[in-house]
T-cell receptor
Framework: SAVISQKPSRDICQRGTSLTIQCQVD?????MFWYRQQPGQSLTLIAT?????????ESGFVIDKFPISRPNLTFSTLTVSNMSPEDSSIYLC?????????????FGPGTRLTVL | EDQVTQSPEALRLQEGESSSLNCSYT??????LFWYRQDPGKGPEFLFT???AGEEKEKERLKATLTKKESFLHITAPKPEDSATYLC?????????????FGTGTKLQVIP
């Protein structure tokens, strides 16, 4: 299994400000994933963070809006920049464990962001 | 374009009333299919990974099956504590790059 913690667990922010979300994993992983879950919706992948290289962003998400850091194999941050009320969501980080035949994906508890 | 669709969107069952949830997919580079349970205010909880058509996995009252185009999550004699949103997701690979795409979810309510 994997133990994943996120900080903060929730926050209320003013529009135009930025929030950095931290994700810590209990052991080293190659890839870490950042997802967004808007109210009542399923999960949408924002980007994949590899240690030592730039993050890979999915269509509709850009680095200027969601900069990601991956300084080592157990930690990553996602920043939500210049926030607007549309950014109100739950943000989740995730890791995959195992190889072919044993893939398992674990999620952190999420960060609930409300933008006023 | 990769697509994952779940049905129904919502399902209300009486305790003990068995049923199935559907996850259909149109993707390329499928490595596996995940099922998750998500309780309100929490991150998804991993249930199963399926890899090939005909594969089945069970956990308590849940059994997941896979065909070439869809997966089913069968719930036998559900209890109120099975109430949650159930998500399926496909694990895709392309040139060493992995990506997980989620379905829309089925919100299950089990009435005592």
């Amino acid at each position: 299994s994997a133990v994943i913690s996120q900080k903060p667990s929730r926050d209320i922010c003013q529009r135009g400000t930025s929030l950095t979300i931290q994700c810590q994993v209990d052991s080293q992983v190659t890839m870490m994933f950042w997802y967004r879950q808007q109210p009542g919706q399923s999960l949408t992948l924002i980007a994949t963070a590899n240690q030592g290289s730039e993050a890979t962003y999915e269509s509709g998400f850009v680095i200027d809006k969601f900069p990601i850091s991956r300084p080592n194999l157990t930690f990553s941050t996602l920043t939500v920049s210049n926030m607007s009320p549309e950014d109100s969501s739950i943000y989740l980080c995730s890791v995959n464990r195992g190889g072919l035949g044993t893939d398992t994906q674990y999620f952190g508890p999420g960060t609930r962001l409300t933008v006023l | 374009e990769d697509q994952v669709t779940q049905s129904p969107e919502a399902l209300r069952l009486q305790e003990g009333e068995s049923s199935s949830l559907n996850c259909s997919y149109t993707v390329s580079g499928l490595r596996g299919l995940f099922w998750y349970r998500q309780d309100p205010g929490k991150g998804p909880e991993f249930l199963f990974t399926l890899y090939s058509a005909g594969e089945e996995k069970e956990k308590e009252r849940l059994k997941a099956t896979l065909t070439k185009k869809e997966s089913f999550l069968h719930i036998t004699a559900p209890k109120p504590e099975d109430s949650a949103t159930y998500l399926c997701a496909v694990l895709l690979t392309s040139g060493g790059y992995q990506k997980v795409t989620f379905g829309t979810g089925t919100k299950l309510q089990v009435i005592p």
